[in-house]
């Protein structure tokens, strides 16, 4: 799957540690083509996925979404979810949060003096949070990677 | 003014981010093969667990008192550490890694009231990454390591120093901002050990001189000290008075960890010289884990671009590889060179590199674990029997070859690591039953959220 990818997808096992503290992508040897360099100067970079995707990197983690309960707000079963804990939460926000003891992916509500946590289907369910049950957000949803080839 | 950052209870920390379930359990780290309390919760130390605990001595906690143990996870905890690292470095431009949950910073020169700078860079931590942290400031590395210890110690238990104290001093503790006499106060309640550069042997004897607290040691006689002590000691008593006598780069090493890192004459860009330098660096740790007769479960290296070149990309990796404990030198640089071919990329200027070993364990300890490990896969590559005692007799002779005619006389060749290869750490399984998914460096184990 995502072959054309290589290892910079989500399926591949072979990706490593260096990928999230890297800040910026190298580029390819450029070297082995019978041309010669036109100008070792001048150097381009190839578009990296890491810097549309990933505004603070050392505060980015991919997880992986398990269940139907966002499709509505486009999260999809086995989407891979872009989350970034820099970013202070508000109100419309795709958080993940801790919710008895897991986490969960939900948008965040915080309307009318509720702050609540809501699912996206067909019949959503909010939970609201108080202070027997506090919002812990544990990072904010920027992007969702999700495989389109059948 | 120094600062000393750590991460509160490291590899418990990391945990805890991706599993909610840990929180407010005694949890403890095992170390390879499952062996030994390496990392305690809070709650784990208040159920009297000590450091190093052997395994079997508190497993029927298990069911008393609901403790969770968990098998050491190296590489989440080395890239949680990058992590860390980068964050303090956008603090000060001097931030120099001690160990993989602590850090040195210089601010030299950074203009603003530094216990704020310090407290905004233990809430930035905090929120990107999870990780509670302690600082110490002081104009010494020394006092800043005991300010940070003060700083720990208001936080997790306030009846030492007292409510008011602690309350104050608590997570980020500046003893610049603190008046002689209350100075004097704290390091007359902080014991002796407690002091960095203080280990066990040292400990005991300054004890039986009658030196029990810092206080004792800050106002004891200078010559009798050098007389009865090492020149390093004296400089930690120095250093202790507020004459600062180590620079940002300068340490004793740490307890757990072993560090070896240096920064290049000029820029390497190519794979060869990173492979020499990560080769150089993990053969004198090795050298350092004999010295102290331990052996290592588990190396980290790392390889960065200079943040300070403008004008240069930058690409900083790290990566973690688990090993079969051991001290030989072949295995350790095997390991290392393959973690830097991972890691290199043509095109940028490397200006730096590391190795550091981690997950320490006595040796004699790691043996018997492994005799008594009726699972565990024999030694690859070993159809003699002698054959590891002729390889730690190679090692010491290395060692001793080293010794007298200069470091480096004798090295492992790059070159060798087809043969570690093949008998390879990273194809040896270390047995760890409970480890956590690797969450932050494999696909395959990210954390999973329930949608």
Redesign the interface.
Known sequence: MNDEFGDTFPDGARVRADRHSATQRPREPSASSGFGSPGSDFTVKRIDLNDALIRHPQATFVMRATGDAMVEAGVWDNDVLVVDRAITAAHGHLVVARLDDELVCRRLVMADGIVALESAEAMPVRVVCNEERPLEVWGVVTYVIKPMLV | MFALVDVNNMYVSCERV?N??LAGKPLVVLSSNDGACIARSNEAKDLGIQMAQPWFQVRHLVKSKDLVALSANF?LY??MS??MM??TARFTPVAIPYSIDEAFLDFEGIPGDLTEICRELRATVL????LPTSLGLANTKTLAKLANHIAKTCDRKPTVYGAEVSARLSQVCNFAELREAELEALMCRTDVGDVWGVGRKIGEKLRAGGVKTVLDLVRADAATLRREFSVVFEKTVLELRGQPCMGVEEAPSAKQQILVSRSFGKPVTHLEGIEEAVSEFASRAAEKLRLQDSMAGAIQVFITTSPFRAND????????VPVRPTADSRHLVGAAVRAAR??F????NYTKAGCMLLDLQAKQAAAQQSELDLFAEPEPQSPAAGQAKDRSSLMDAMDSLNRRFGRGAVRIGSATTAVANDSGAASWSVKQDRRTPR??????E??????
């Open positions: 991706f909610p379930q590489e080395a890239d990058s992590r980068a964050i929120k990107e990454l999870g990309r930058q690409h900083s990796p790290s990566m973690t991972e890691m990329r043509p095109g940028f969450y932050t460096t494999r696909w395959d990210i954390p999973r959220v329930r949608c």
